[in-house]
Structures are given as structure tokens and as C-alpha cells.
């Protein structure tokens, strides 16, 4: 058979180079890769014989085995899975198909510390460019389940690999590693050490559910004994919690979500009655790098009767938990269910009402309980967590429960809507927040001076999810969520009518000046008053109570909606001498050409203070340089 020569596609090859110079320390965890994907073979191969019993495949006896051939140092991690095309090969092992990975690399690159890097190739998840650790070069024989004809990859983990078609190949994958010198200084073990295979395989594959075999070596003049199978094989939700260890749910994770890093939390479920079904949930410790693209996998493994069913089964948890993983086994459903049917499963929607209390109601423990690790599930999921204030509003207050905010209040510590309604100040009726990129930003922005002044706490909020569920949620224990840059602010005691005899005479001494900017500024704004939330700042730009703010308004057109957009409001501070200054300009000179300027620019100035931009740039700093150029 011909053999052709391909070039790794380039952030392949980046990474093969990474793996064969040794980021991870603990180089055992290549063979836990191997295995976790010749489980992933077999899963699939019996998926597809039950959906299509024409295929030509034989079931009879699914396992995998190792086989270690210590004159050759060689090691073989061999199942009679599901395999692969010679078109599958070239596309899965020669590229790494995955829109994140650029950014994966760089940040690998960025990685301060040994321990960095490693979490970041367990967040990628190398799977078979693991053995390149272990390997100076790996052989890969493969023959899909129905096909006459199998491939052979060869690669040194180098610029190049060779693809060959065999016709003799067995059905399913095997992998064989050419091993290194053993090196105990850099963690490298001797892998053709029969002892060294079954601790690795006791200690992170023991869950398997198919039966890992050592392939037996005949001594001199003796029968060829019988293969032995290393792994229990035993589910580990189908256990009770004081059976299993820590470290075996930790390997289960890491099974499924092919992260190198323990868990946060592992979240154990078993329903009985009319509908029975087991569940074992992880939170991660970390968010994986793609968490907010399109193409990341949600999901959670579904088992029937411990019979695989589908990888990554979305009914199973809303979207705002995607990040969870695990595995839930029910006894009820049928065994050739498709996703289109999971949507309409009335069992499945009770599993998933269920599963989601109880992921949230972990998470309502560990705030409560345990500091830290709430602030590392906060830190990490957070902003996905707050999705389901807008989608869910059956579990919206549940949600609200373990949801905390940046504050005024602390620099540091984050609070509760709870904690921030008990420190609300006498008189106070409304919980106040504002919206922006950064705290830095939103913590000098004009419409936050009264707040500052009055020492009203205000809720700093971030995220781009914010824009939206304020608005969705409304309210929290009757006090309304009031944005500190819509409408008009009231911060003054009721009843002080000194205050509102001064604010009345301000309104009809400036009656000329606003009226006169409305129409000046009319294509941008759609009205000019006296601010009641200026104390330093001469100028700012609010929208009003109702309308879209303009970081709404970006992210709906960003989503491709076509939004109208949307005139402002410009408050200013008449406190101010700049504004002073202007008033006294309007009031002495019939000819306001240039007071129309000066107006145009505290406008603008007043859109730059909140992190906006001029509507015309290059007429901005013509303005600005000719001003400047009179000063002089």
C-alpha cells in the first residue's frame, strides 16, 4: 500500500512540541487518556449497534487491552471499538479542530508557573497527544466498524506524520508507543513494568465500564495463561458515598470531562419511587477556556441501565450549568432514545427540574459553608450562573440566592443583595447599580457622585449578562433595582422644601440655557436639564427610565437585531463653574456661534466621561485644538 506524508496543521504541531518537551509533570496520566478514549470506542460502537443492527460489527466481547513488550519497549493500548476511516484519521490526529485553540496556546505560552500549564493542557484536553510524553514515536492502527479496509498513522511527534491503508487491520483502534528510556529523575517510569501498568490503571481507570485487560506472555515450555482483567468495572454513582474515595470521584471526572485537575464539587443524586434514576454530578474547579463560544459542548453523560447513551445530553441541565459534568443513569427511558426525544421526555424535564435544584442548592451550601471554594465557583462561573435570572424564572430567586455583586461598599469582598438591602439607609427605598466594562470605569463615572458624596452603596456590575437581568428581575424583596444612569435621581431627604424652592428657582434661571441646547444638540439628545447627581463632574448623560442603555444597544446589533438607537438625556451640574460660565455666555451675547461649540463639547465630554465615543472624532479634536490654540 501506498504511503503518503502529511505536515501537522501548525497549532498540532505547537502542541505535540509542548507534550514531547514535558509540561506535565506527571507523566502517568498518558495512559489514562488512552484508555479513556478506547472506552469512548467502545461506548460508541455499541450506541451505533443499537440504532442500526444491519451494521457488521462484532459486540460479542468488547474490552480493551494493554500489551507490553519489554525487548521492543513497547506498549499497546488496543480496543475493538467503533475505529476510524482513513479520512477520520488525517482529520483528527493531523489538526486539532477547535475554534479556541489559538487562544488555548498563547495562554499556555502566558502560563507563570509549571502548574498553569498544566491546567491549561488538561482544560484543552490532548487526549492521544498525551503519549508523546512517554513516546519517542506512536504507531496508530485503526479500522472502522463495517469497513473492509483499516489505516495506519506513524508519526515522531515532529513536523510530519505518514498515513498508510492496511488490509488487514482488526476492527476498533490500537495505539503503540515506542517508549523512552526510563527517566524516574523527570517522572518517567519504566511503562513496560507489568506492576507500574495495573497501579496506573487501579488508580484512574478503575470506573471503566468495560474490562481492561493485561495480555498475557507465556514463560518458557508454559501454556499462554488467561488474560487478566485489571479494573473492578464497578459504576461509581451506583455506589454508595462511603464506598468510593475522594480520589475515585476525582478520576471519574476527569474520565468525562478530560480536565487534569480535581474537581470543586462532586454532587450525588439518587431518586427512587415512580422514575428511578442516579446521578453524580462535578462542578469544576475552573472555567474552560471556551465556556462562552458557540461551539462548546454542554452537557452530561446519559446511561440507561448502565448502557451508554449519548455524551454530551443538554435536556439533562439547563444552559447557565453547562459548565457541570457527570453522569446520570436512569432506569426507565428506552435504549435507543435520540436527542429529539429527550426534548419532549416528561421524565427528562422532572430529572432536569431536579438536577438543577440540587446543583443549586450545592452551591447555596458551599456560600454558606465554605468561603473559599464559593469564591472560586463564583469567580469562575458566575457570569454564566447569572444567565438564569433571565432564563429561568422558576428558579430566578434560588438563583438570586447564591448570586453576589461587586460593591461600593468593599473594594474586596462581594455581597448578597441580602447583605445590601441590611445595610441600606434610612429613608432608602431603591437597591442602586450601575453598569460598565470595569469597576475602575464605573467606580469614576460622573453619575456616581451624589451616591459617593451621600455614602449610598451601589452595586458595580460587569458583566455584559448584567445589562439584561436587572431589568428582568426588577425587584428584590419589594426594593426596586434602580440604575444610577437612567431616569432622574432623587438622593435628598423628602420633605426639605428649602431644597425645592432652590431647584425651581435654578429650573426657571436656566430656562433659557436648556432650552436653547435642546435645540442645538437636538439630533443627539432629546432633552437638557439640571442634575440632581452632579456634585463635581459639569455634565453627564443618562437614559431614560424606560429606554435601552447605549451597552444594550451594542450587544442586541452585535447579536445581529437591528435596534433603533436611542436619544439621551444631558443633566447638567449647575453647581458647576464651567456650566456657570456657559449660562453667563448665553445670557451676555445675541451671536452664539461659538457657545453652540462649546455646548457640542460638553456634550461629548459628557459621553467620554461614561466610556462612550464622539459621534465625529476628527470634529471633536478640531474643536478641542482650536480652544486650546486661543489659550495660548
Not at 457657545?595 to 464622539?614: F, I, K, N
Amino acid at each position: 500500500m501506498t504511503t503518503e506524508t502529511f505536515e501537522f496543521q501548525v497549532e498540532a504541531r505547537q502542541l505535540l512540541q509542548l507534550m514531547i518537551h514535558s509540561v506535565y509533570s506527571n507523566k502517568d496520566v498518558f495512559l489514562r487518556e488512552l484508555v479513556s478514549n478506547a472506552s469512548d470506542a467502545l461506548d460508541k460502537l455499541r450506541l451505533e449497534k443499537l440504532r442500526d443492527d444491519s451494521l457488521d460489527a462484532d459486540v460479542s466481547d468488547l474490552h480493551i487491552e494493554l500489551d507490553v513488550d519489554k525487548e521492543a519497549r513497547t506498549l499497546t493500548v488496543r480496543d475493538n471499538g467503533i475505529g476510524m476511516s482513513y479520512d477520520e484519521v488525517g482529520r483528527l490526529i493531523g489538526t486539532i479542530a477547535n475554534s479556541g485553540t489559538a487562544t488555548f496556546l498563547q495562554e499556555l505560552k502566558e502560563a507563570k508557573d509549571a502548574a498553569g500549564a498544566e491546567g491549561l493542557i488538561g482544560q484543552f484536553g490532548v487526549g492521544f497527544y498525551s503519549g508523546f510524553m512517554v513516546a519517542d514515536e506512536v504507531t496508530l492502527m485503526t479500522r472502522r466498524a463495517g469497513e473492509g479496509q483499516g489505516t495506519r498513522w506513524t508519526s515522531r511527534g515532529e513536523a510530519t506524520y505518514t498515513l498508510e491503508r492496511v488490509d488487514d487491520a482488526p476492527q476498533g483502534t490500537s495505539v503503540t508507543l515506542h517508549l523512552k528510556p526510563a527517566d524516574p529523575e523527570n517522572q518517567l517510569h519504566d511503562y513496560t513494568s507489568e506492576w507500574t501498568i495495573r497501579e496506573i490503571v487501579k488508580r484512574y481507570s478503575d470506573f471503566i465500564t468495560w474490562p481492561i485487560r493485561m495480555v498475557p506472555r507465556a514463560k518458557d515450555g508454559e501454556d499462554t495463561p488467561e488474560p487478566e482483567t485489571l479494573n473492578s468495572m464497578k459504576a461509581l454513582w451506583a455506589r454508595s458515598r462511603d464506598e468510593v474515595s475522594d480520589d475515585e470521584y476525582h478520576e471519574l471526572y476527569k474520565h468525562i470531562s478530560h480536565d487534569w485537575r480535581d474537581p470543586l464539587e462532586a454532587i450525588r443524586l439518587q431518586a427512587e419511587g415512580t422514575f428511578e434514576y442516579q446521578a453524580l454530578l462535578f462542578v469544576p474547579s475552573h472555567a474552560p477556556h471556551d465556556l462562552f463560544t458557540r461551539d462548546f459542548k454542554r452537557g452530561v453523560q446519559l446511561y440507561v441501565k448502565r448502557v451508554f447513551i449519548m455524551d454530551d445530553c443538554e435536556a439533562l441541565l439547563p444552559p447557565y450549568l453547562r459548565f457541570v459534568k457527570g453522569v446520570v443513569d436512569a432506569q426507565d427511558l428506552s435504549l435507543n432514545v435520540s436527542r429529539e426525544i429527550l426534548q419532549q421526555d416528561r421524565h427528562i424535564r422532572m430529572m432536569q427540574r431536579r438536577l438543577t435544584k440540587k446543583v443549586l442548592s450545592t452551591v447555596k451550601e458551599l456560600m454558606t459553608g465554605d468561603a473559599e471554594r464559593y469564591a472560586t465557583f463564583w469567580r469562575e462561573f458566575g457570569t454564566a450562573l447569572k444567565e438564569g435570572l433571565v432564563t429561568d424564572s422558576d428558579n430566578r430567586d434560588a438563583i438570586l440566592a447564591v448570586s453576589s455583586f461587586a460593591t461600593t461598599h468593599s473594594d474586596e469582598e462581594p455581597t448578597t443583595l441580602a447583605q445590601y438591602v441590611e445595610r441600606m439607609k434610612d429613608g432608602q427605598n431603591d437597591i442602586y447599580y450601575i453598569t460598565g466594562e470595569s469597576r475602575q470605569s464605573i467606580e469614576n463615572s460622573p453619575h456616581m457622585e451624589a451616591f459617593r458624596d451621600k455614602g449610598i452603596e451601589v452595586l458595580l456590575l460587569t458583566d455584559a449578562v448584567d445589562e439584561v437581568w436587572v431589568d428582568t428581575v426588577g425587584e428584590y424583596e419589594g426594593k426596586k433595582l434602580r440604575s444610577v444612569a437612567k431616569g432622574e435621581i432623587d438622593l435628598d431627604a423628602e420633605g426639605e422644601e428649602k431644597t425645592g424652592e432652590e431647584r425651581e428657582k435654578q429650573a426657571e434661571e436656566y430656562a433659557g440655557l436648556l432650552g436653547w441646547m435642546r435645540e442645538q444638540l437636538d439630533e443627539d439628545i432629546k432633552d437638557v436639564r439640571l442634575s440632581t447627581r452632579l456634585t463635581v463632574s459639569p455634565a453627564c448623560v443618562v437614559s431614560d427610565a424606560h429606554d435601552l442603555t447605549p451597552a444594550l444597544e451594542n450587544m442586541y446589533r452585535a447579536m445581529g437585531q437591528e435596534v433603533p438607537r436611542t436619544k439621551r438625556i444631558l443633566e447638567l451640574n449647575p453647581g458647576h463653574p464651567l456650566v456657570k460660565g456657559l449660562h453667563q455666555a448665553y445670557q451676555a451675547s445675541e451671536d452664539r456661534t461659538e457657545l453652540a461649540e462649546s455646548a457640542e463639547l460638553l456634550h461629548t465630554l459628557a459621553v467620554l466621561a461614561e466610556g462612550g465615543q464622539p459621534k465625529d472624532p476628527a470634529r471633536f479634536v478640531r474643536l478641542v485644538s482650536n480652544r486650546l490654540e486661543r489659550t495660548l
